[in-house]
């Protein structure tokens, strides 16, 4: 039930009043909901002049008012409304908010965030460690991530003590994998991925005890895990190769040929390639594809060529793979998807190991949807933010022209023959 009479709310609430209520709902949520300080109304209409002069009780003729928060409030009072100021806005709209108190309270629960920090380092037996000091300087600059509620992110810093007394206290243990470590910790494998706030706390942490630079990328980030005996996961990513046959006399090394010469395609993973020597005739031509579709066509083809796989963005095992390659003089040739995800990669990959283009030109473009669109195949729109190609300055335009998306299975016959050419 309102406390305000009809009639006394429907005046209330008429448009006359509606820049008044704004503006001090506006000041008082600013200044602790207190009705003191005035405002200022300018460029008022007749109604606004003539119900606002009601409300205060004096006439008003000019275009601009002063009105006193405190006059207002007792005006009010008086009235037939019978309620304050601040009773009379939640009467007549929501409840008001305290912001001046709510930001108080905010700044207090955040500042809570890093004492409790400070009270679990004073606590640990990190305490005495160097670095530490700046571990936290460093943290509460950073401050805590978006969305990160305070008492999440209490839970969070206190669980990054406890991995790192784990990792550098003078009782650490031997070697562990990282998921045993998250569990050990968080109670869940995951709680340590790549990504995640945690983890980026700890690998802080590690390269500061060890004065490393924190790394940017994955393969820097295991070799820091690495440097506290923690094993990441080396053996669910993987990437697709075909036909590598590297000079070594390991076992590693005879299985790839073997497969190589049985015209076997081959997963990779992190741990493989630590353990392979991958040392392949100097100038060997590697040609890298997109999809997987273009290695299991080549392996049925028997082609002779060997051949890289991306598997669409390219992991990171991949590049750790083609850096690999390119440390020992192998050179490459790319092919992608004609759409705009496509050329980006492409761009990185040419940027990166001065790549030729292969069959990713204009004119290559232009024959495969001209071919397409008289074989009857449905086409496929193309979509997204324009991206140009390092290689080609021509293609981009062609492609927004066309307006068609073509992926690597449209050229597959011509990428195959290119594959079953011995060089």
């Given at each position: 039930?309102?406390?305000?009479?009809?009639?006394?709310?429907?005046?209330?609430?008429?448009?006359?009043?509606?820049?008044?209520?704004?503006?001090?709902?506006?000041?008082?949520?600013?200044?602790?909901?207190?009705?003191?300080?005035?405002?200022?109304?300018?460029?008022?209409?007749?109604?606004?002049?003539?119900?606002?002069?009601?409300?205060?009780?004096?006439?008003?003729?000019?275009?601009?008012?002063?009105?006193?928060?405190?006059?207002?409030?007792?005006?009010?009072?008086?009235?037939?409304?019978?309620?304050?100021?601040?009773?009379?806005?939640?009467?007549?709209?929501?409840?008001?908010?305290?912001?001046?108190?709510?930001?108080?309270?905010?700044?207090?629960?955040?500042?809570?965030?890093?004492?409790?920090?400070?009270?679990?380092?004073?606590?640990?037996?990190?305490?005495?460690?160097?670095?530490?000091?700046?571990?936290?300087?460093?943290?509460?600059?950073?401050g805590v991530p978006r969305g990160v509620t305070?008492?999440?992110?209490?839970?969070?810093?206190?669980?990054?003590?406890?991995?790192?007394?784990?990792?550098?206290?003078?009782?650490?243990?031997?070697?562990?994998?990282?998921?045993?470590?998250?569990?050990?910790?968080?109670?869940?494998?995951?709680?340590?991925?790549?990504?995640?706030?945690?983890?980026?706390?700890?690998?802080?942490?590690?390269?500061?005890?060890?004065?490393?630079?924190?790394?940017?990328?994955?393969?820097?980030?295991?070799?820091?895990?690495?440097?506290?005996?923690?094993?990441?996961?080396?053996?669910?990513?993987?990437?697709?190769?075909?036909?590598?046959?590297?000079?070594?006399?390991?076992?590693?090394?005879?299985?790839?040929?073997?497969?190589?010469?049985?015209?076997?395609?081959?997963?990779?993973?992190?741990?493989?390639?630590?353990?392979?020597?991958?040392?392949?005739?100097?100038?060997?031509?590697?040609?890298?594809?997109?999809?997987?579709?273009?290695?299991?066509?080549?392996?049925?083809?028997?082609?002779?060529?060997?051949?890289?796989?991306?598997?669409?963005?390219?992991?990171?095992?991949?590049?750790?793979?083609?850096?690999?390659?390119?440390?020992?003089?192998?050179?490459?040739?790319?092919?992608?998807?004609?759409?705009?995800?496509?050329?980006?990669?492409?761009?990185?990959?040419?940027?990166?190991?001065?790549?030729?283009?292969?069959?990713?030109?204009?004119?290559?473009?232009?024959?495969?949807?001209?071919?397409?669109?008289?074989?009857?195949?449905?086409?496929?729109?193309l979509d997204g933010q324009l991206i140009n190609?390092?290689?080609?300055?021509?293609?981009?335009?062609?492609?927004?022209?066309?307006?068609?998306?073509?992926?690597?299975?449209?050229?597959?016959?011509?990428?195959?023959?290119?594959?079953?050419?011995?060089?």
């Amino acid at each position: 039930m309102s406390a305000l009479p009809t009639a006394t709310r429907e005046w209330l609430t008429g448009p006359g009043l509606t820049r008044l209520w704004e503006n001090v709902r506006k000041r008082l949520e600013g200044n602790g909901v207190q009705a003191t300080g005035s405002l200022r109304l300018t460029a008022m209409n007749p109604q606004e002049r003539n119900d606002l002069s009601l409300l205060l009780g004096k006439p008003l003729t000019g275009a601009a008012v002063t009105v006193r928060l405190d006059v207002l409030d007792a005006r009010l009072r008086a009235s037939a409304a019978g309620l304050g100021l601040r009773q009379t806005l939640e009467e007549i709209g929501p409840p008001l908010t305290n912001r001046r108190a709510a930001r108080a309270d905010a700044t207090a629960r955040r500042e809570q965030v890093w004492s409790s920090l400070a009270s679990s380092l004073d606590a640990s037996p990190l305490t005495g460690q160097e670095w530490i000091r700046q571990w936290y300087d460093l943290l509460r600059r950073a401050g805590v991530p978006r969305g990160v509620t305070p008492e999440a992110a209490v839970w969070t810093l206190q669980q990054a003590v406890q991995v790192l007394t784990t990792l550098l206290g003078s009782e650490r243990g031997g070697a562990r994998g990282r998921g045993e470590l998250a569990a050990m910790a968080t109670g869940s494998a995951h709680g340590l991925d790549d990504g995640s706030w945690l983890a980026r706390l700890v690998q802080r942490g590690v390269a500061l005890a060890h004065g490393a630079e924190f790394p940017d990328d994955a393969a820097g980030r295991r070799a820091l895990w690495r440097l506290v005996s923690v094993t990441p996961d080396e053996v669910s990513s993987t990437v697709l190769t075909y036909g590598l046959r590297p000079v070594g006399e390991g076992w590693r090394e005879h299985a790839l040929r073997e497969r190589a010469e049985h015209h076997a395609e081959t997963h990779l993973t992190p741990r493989d390639l630590h353990s392979l020597c991958l040392q392949l005739p100097a100038g060997t031509l590697i040609h890298v594809c997109e999809n997987p579709r273009v290695v299991e066509a080549a392996a049925d083809a028997a082609c002779v060529q060997p051949l890289v796989c991306t598997s669409g963005s390219a992991a990171t095992v991949v590049f750790t793979l083609l850096d690999a390659l390119a440390v020992t003089g192998c050179r490459f040739a790319y092919h992608g998807d004609f759409d705009w995800p496509g050329i980006a990669l492409a761009n990185r990959v040419i940027r990166r190991y001065e790549a030729q283009p292969w069959r990713m030109g204009t004119a290559d473009y232009e024959h495969l949807a001209a071919r397409s669109q008289a074989e009857g195949i449905p086409q496929l729109a193309l979509d997204g933010q324009l991206i140009n190609a390092d290689w080609d300055p021509d293609l981009a335009p062609a492609m927004t022209a066309l307006g068609v998306a073509l992926h690597e299975e449209a050229t597959l016959d011509l990428l195959v023959d290119d594959l079953s050419r011995q060089t």
